[in-house]
């Protein structure tokens, strides 16, 4: 069993910036991580995904040149800076993990572990 907490979410104002972090912990078998988000009454979007390896990073369209999704192997955390924030980030921000293939790395199927996700509010 995978167990992934996040953190560093809370109220910003459009055009700042907050870093989200997500501390993987229990069976870590796996070779991956993302970062999805949900809106009110919006499906759930994927945000960005790594390999643990380094050997691929992957965004969302929406925010492409904006974010940044990075790790810590010594630790176990991946986290996710996020620039420029508009009033369309806001969403509740969930961590995932898995094994996933190539064709699986920007999609929820490859990733069946979850944390609890972290309120992000973007507003004046």
């Known amino acids: 069993q995978v167990q992934l907490v996040e953190s560093g979410g809370g109220l910003v104002q459009p055009g700042g910036s907050l870093r989200l972090s997500c501390v993987a912990s229990g069976d870590t078998y796996i070779s991956a991580m993302a970062w999805f988000r949900q809106a009110p009454e919006k499906e759930r979007e994927f945000v960005a995904s790594l390999r643990w390896s380094g050997g691929g990073l992957y965004y969302g369209n929406s925010v492409k040149g904006r974010f940044s999704i990075s790790r810590d192997r010594a630790t176990g955390a991946v986290y996710l800076q996020m620039n420029s924030l508009m009033p369309e980030d806001t969403a509740v921000y969930y961590c995932?993990?898995?094994?996933?293939?190539?064709?699986?790395?920007?999609?929820?199927?490859?990733?069946?572990?979850w944390g609890q996700g972290t309120q992000v509010t973007v507003s004046s």
């Open positions: 995932a993990a898995g094994r996933p293939i190539t064709s699986t790395m920007t999609t929820m199927t490859g990733f069946p572990h």
